[in-house]
């Protein structure tokens, strides 16, 4: 047991240090690829790094004192998820610790009192509301498979919960486009030129608490990336480490992809595109899961 | 290692004008001439923005609007006059409601010329604006420094 406990703690420790390098190249590499995609040269791998870097040498000036600290709450428990995930504990958890953390986001952007922020704060609900059922029923999904909540349980598994979970896997790569801020559900906030709002949930943040977005959101996309090589976990290290990687490119990839090929819908078609996956998707697996 | 002239995000306001170097700048943002290969997003929030792009003159109705965005910018920032008409009024000078140039309302950094500007010229500003942007930095780090408390010298 002691063991395990050290484990956890040796990832937990990595991923509070790593992540954010591996999010920012992720994030370069996506920004490369989008620029291939449309026939430009694009922006240098390192972009968003020289893009935090000049935000936190800005100077500083905040609309009030409580949207920083809600914006330091955010990083802080995106930062508490990817722990509790990368450390091999509680999935439940980690989801219900996620969704607190969009809340705060969705709190410093009301503190703000901007029509714009607010606009991005409401469309932010809309969004958690969209992709909410369908992480809790992946949740349910992987307690079937697994038998327990625990991320570590899958090293002693002796199939990949992707086999008992195909329909689960594929509604939560739908809900992924909204939870990593893709097109067409970008609608509370996007990256790159297309913009809309003027900046939604972000825009009455700028200079440092900008830059910790931002940072949160290289954990986040990490963390998220996590949940989708936990579908492709089991008892083989090696074969489960491939599978994992490729699967990672390949559903980052298809992100990317997604984003270059399709327009913004409105939120209407977002809810009912997500729940309509989320129902249809998740019911029948866990329905065929329970019969079996 | 600071990112400030490597990522350069721009904030693009039309005042009275054709339109001409209007569509230059939207120009140079599209894929033929890139302009995020040098780090350069259009914001379109003043709030995140490190350049201010100002095409066209200032006129009486929009000098206060011009006036606004500057002011809701962070240092450090630049502004860049884009045109003839935003440099000096243009075509457009002697008009009754024309001021003249962008300089008559805010600081400017650096001038385009042409009528209506060239993409290329537009990214010889940014390029040339960044220089200033990272010295205004370095200054604005340095008066951090110097200065001990503000609020606690304006009670006083």
């Known amino acids: 047991m002691d063991i395990m406990l050290i484990l956890c703690i040796a990832f937990a420790i990595v991923f509070v240090l790593l992540a954010p390098f591996v999010g920012a190249i992720i994030s370069g590499i996506d920004r490369k690829v989008t620029a291939k995609m449309q026939g430009r040269v694009g922006p240098k791998i390192l972009q968003p790094i020289y893009d935090v870097l000049k935000l936190l040498g800005k100077e500083s000036a905040t609309v009030n004192p409580a949207q920083d600290f809600f914006v330091l709450l955010y990083l802080i428990f995106v930062v508490i998820a990817g722990i509790i995930f990368f450390s091999g504990l509680d999935f439940l958890l980690c989801v219900l610790i996620i969704t607190l953390a969009s809340l705060f986001l969705i ?3 009301y503190s703000s009192r901007s029509p714009f922020a607010e606009l991005g704060a409401q469309r932010e609900i809309l969004q958690v509301m969209c992709y909410e059922p369908m992480i809790l029923i992946m949740a349910v999904g992987l307690f079937m498979a697994n038998g327990a909540f625990n991320i570590y349980d899958l090293f002693n598994a002796q199939l990949p919960i992707i086999v008992y979970l195909p329909l689960i ?5 739908f809900v992924l486009t909204i939870k990593v801020r893709k097109s067409p559900f970008d609608i509370s906030m996007s990256h790159h030129a297309h913009q809309e709002l003027v900046r939604g949930v972000t825009t009455e943040i700028s200079g440092r608490s900008l830059a910790y977005i931002e940072i949160s959101h290289w954990y986040e996309t990490v963390l998220f990336l996590g949940w989708v090589a936990m579908f492709f976990i089991f008892c083989n290290p090696l074969v489960s ?6 699967s990672v490119i390949v559903v980052y990839f298809l992100e990317i992809l997604i984003d270059n090929n399709f327009a913004r819908v409105k939120w209407q078609s977002m809810l009912k595109y997500s729940w309509i996956v989320a129902l249809l998707f998740g019911g029948v697996n866990i329905l065929v899961l329970m019969v079996l | ?23 230059e700048v939207l120009a140079a943002l599209t894929p033929l001439y890139d302009a995020e290969r040098f780090g350069v997003i259009n914001t379109g929030n003043p709030k995140h923005a490190d350049i201010f ?3 066209g003159a200032i006129n009486e109705q929009n000098k206060n609007v011009v006036k606004q965005i500057y002011d809701q910018m962070l240092e450090p920032k630049i502004v860049v006059a884009c045109g003839a008409c935003a440099c000096g009024g243009g075509v457009y000078r002697e008009c009754y409601n024309v001021s003249g140039g962008v300089d008559q309302v805010i600081p400017v950094d650096a001038y385009v010329s042409g009528c209506a500007i060239k993409p290329e010229s537009l990214f010889d500003a940014i390029v040339a604006g960044v220089e200033i942007l990272e010295q205004k930095r370095q200054a604005l780090k340095k008066s951090n420094k110097a200065k001990p408390n503000i609020s606690t010298k304006d009670k006083a």
């Open chain 2, 1 to 23: 290692m600071s990112g400030t002239k490597k990522s350069p995000w721009i904030i693009h306001y039309d005042g009275s004008s054709c339109n001409g170097c209007d569509i």
């Open chain 1, 107 to 109: 709190i410093a952007a």
């Open chain 1, 241 to 246: 480490a491939i599978l994992c990687v490729a």
């Open chain 2, 53 to 55: 792009v100002v095409t």
């Open chain 1, 169 to 173: 896997f594929i509604g939560f790569i």
